[in-house]
């Protein structure tokens, strides 16, 4: 299979390169850039010299992205990856679509079901309603089915993935006391905001803070793919990798520590999700950077009737890149573990 990845150089298309790299069913890959971009033509090695010699496309050169490009190569893609801004991305899609070639997107452009929400959350008006009706929300563990048959899938942003891996075994199983809201605490490393330099994420600025509160983006896609109300607390920490969310959901009054049990034990099993561990302890960043894993746990207090669970992920991983990798899997119908894992252990 042929594939392009679109925004190659920033940290989750680079992230993808490696990845992909290691996929047997991948033959051709074309790594491409903006238009304008300072990396345009240079060797992908060049730019992340960590990967020199190490992978099978890390000497190939960055390509300027446009619609000559598109014109040319477009027709010998199956799939391509877009880790792009969110107004790009939206700008794009249907473009790939319309040549038969099947978006896994890791922006926003796609993720939330109203076109009106968007100018609110996102700053940009979206001019296609109809990609969002038919594209699919890519949480692997959740949607395997509806990803299988996608051509349009959105990959779901760092802070939803481990905030829902949390949360929807509950809600899937009914636990939640209707009238509550679901408190969603965040904590990600720096490299969530992307490489392109900021005054929010230079060395000497970051310190432990929360920011965007009440108004993130991702607190609409968390409430809709949970169907319950969250608050959603996201804060910045002085690390460059890794993303925790902690949950605090109400339960309602029939709730027992055994429904929370068998819903985790309904939702997760070493068999059929391997990249999700329920541990025995609260997790920490540091269990799972550098891999596709999130791990959790969870404390019931039957007598409160309050649930906390503990998510953790690499948010470049789990959070986009091996995520977008399941959903190609899943999608073009190959071994789940692709490109991702051994029975269990990283590829
Ligand atoms: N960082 C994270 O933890 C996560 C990020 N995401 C999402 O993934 C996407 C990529 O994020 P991230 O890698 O962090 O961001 P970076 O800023 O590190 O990279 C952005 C990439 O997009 C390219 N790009 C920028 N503008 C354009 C354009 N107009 N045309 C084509 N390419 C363009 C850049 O290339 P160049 O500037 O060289 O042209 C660069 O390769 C974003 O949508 C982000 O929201 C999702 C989950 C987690
Ligand atoms: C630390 C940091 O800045 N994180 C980013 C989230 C990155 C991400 O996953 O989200 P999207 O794909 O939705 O952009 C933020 O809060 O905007």
Redesign the pocket.
């Known amino acids: 299979m042929k594939v392009a990845i679109?925004?190659?150089?920033?940290?989750?298309?680079a992230e993808l390169t490696i990845l992909l790299a290691r996929h047997p069913a991948i033959t051709g890959m074309h790594l491409l850039?903006?238009e304008f971009?300072?990396?345009k033509g240079i060797r992908f090695s060049q730019l992340y010299p960590r990967w020199q010699s190490t992978s099978r496309f890390s000497e190939q050169r960055l390509q300027a992205?446009n619609g000559d490009w598109l014109a040319t190569f477009g027709s010998e893609l199956d799939v391509v990856f877009m880790?792009?801004?969110?107004e790009?991305?939206q700008q794009w899609a249907s473009a790939f679509l319309e040549q038969g070639v099947k978006v896994i997107d890791?922006?926003?452009a796609f993720r939330l079901n109203l076109a009106e929400d968007y100018p609110t959350y996102y700053g940009f008006e979206h001019h296609y309603p109809q990609l969002l009706e038919q594209a699919v929300y890519g949480l692997a563990e959740f949607n395997y089915q509806q990803i299988t048959d996608a051509n349009l899938i959105a990959v779901p942003?760092?802070y939803p993935t481990a905030s829902l891996l949390a949360s929807k075994p509950v809600t899937n199983a009914n636990l939640q006391q209707p009238d509550t809201h679901i408190i969603v605490n965040g904590i990600s490393g720096v490299?969530?905001a992307?490489?392109?330099a900021s005054l929010n994420s230079s060395f000497n600025e970051v310190s432990l803070t929360a920011y965007n509160v009440l108004q993130h983006r991702h607190q609409p896609e968390i409430s809709q793919q949970c169907g319950h109300s969250v608050i959603f607390n996201p804060h910045l920490a002085p690390f460059k990798r890794g993303l925790m969310a902690t949950v605090t959901i109400h339960c309602h009054e029939q709730v027992k520590t055994d429904d929370v049990q068998q819903a985790f034990a309904k939702a997760y099993s070493p068999v059929t999700t391997p990249l999700v561990r329920v541990t025995q302890q609260w997790p920490k960043i540091d269990d799972v950077t550098y891999t596709p894993f999130a791990n959790l746990h969870w404390q019931y207090d039957e007598d409160k009737r309050i649930l906390v669970v503990s998510c953790v992920i690499d948010?470049?991983l789990k959070?986009?890149a091996s995520q977008a990798v399941q959903c190609f899997n899943l999608a073009m119908q190959q071994p789940p573990g692709a490109a991702l894992f051994d029975q269990g252990v990283m590829a």
């Open positions: 679109v925004g190659a150089s920033g940290y989750v298309g850039v903006s971009s300072d990396a992205f880790a792009t801004p969110h790009y991305s890791l922006s926003g942003g760092c490299s969530g992307g490489r392109k948010n470049l959070g986009a």
